[in-house]
């Protein structure tokens, strides 16, 4: 089954871009996921083609247009997908989502320009307002690019090695362990012994612990919750 997307943009040209490259390209070659662009300029008003005015009751910059946005969005066939809207205001994208996102028919994603869309096209098409973080861009184009490289890693077939998906951040509860490879001595650092022992109990007790100090020093959110639902794992059922 074919991961389909849609992306209303007024930067076509901007896609696939970076997703063009690498084993997400070769997906999109090989049919795992499938993209399409509508450009938002071709619903534009007047002879400019305009797409947003300013903002009702004052203030800097401008605003994308509810007539043409709804009549952008209603050109595309959902197909049961999600309708998302990049935005910093959205709520932050989780690994957890992906995967959900990833399990589905696809997505439709808007990528926003200037100061924002008018709020009762958000509320009236029921859309979902995503961030990638917690900083500003200049437009949804590159946001929506990181949640479908995100989702189209996931797909089967796009990543060689489906173990290394489940190991690796987020994915554990945990940031992952630190990795190594050849030379075993690199100016002066060594390889830590007990990778090189073969005691594959031993290795994997020590990632663990490096996976645990990491997160506790770099991510204590990540780590409070990870505690939290080790410790409600271990509790009996009642
Ligand atoms: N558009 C501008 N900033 C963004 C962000 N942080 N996430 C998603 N879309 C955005």
Redesign the pocket.
Known sequence: MTFKTTILTLFPDAFPGVLGASIIGRGLETGAWSLETVHLRQFGEGKHKNVDDTPAGGGAGMVMRPDVIGAAIDSVPLQGRPLLY???R?KTLTQARVRELSAGPGVVMLC?RFEGLDERVIEARGMEE???????????EV?AQVLLEACVRLLPGVAGNAESLTHESFETGLLEHPQYTRPRTWEGHDIPDVLLSGDHKKIEEWRRSQAEALTKARRPDLYAAFQNTVATRARPES
Request: without cysteine; hydrophobic residues 40%.
């Open positions: 990049m935005s910093p959205g926003g995503v961030s990638i973080g917690d900083y500003v861009l200049a437009g949804g946001a």
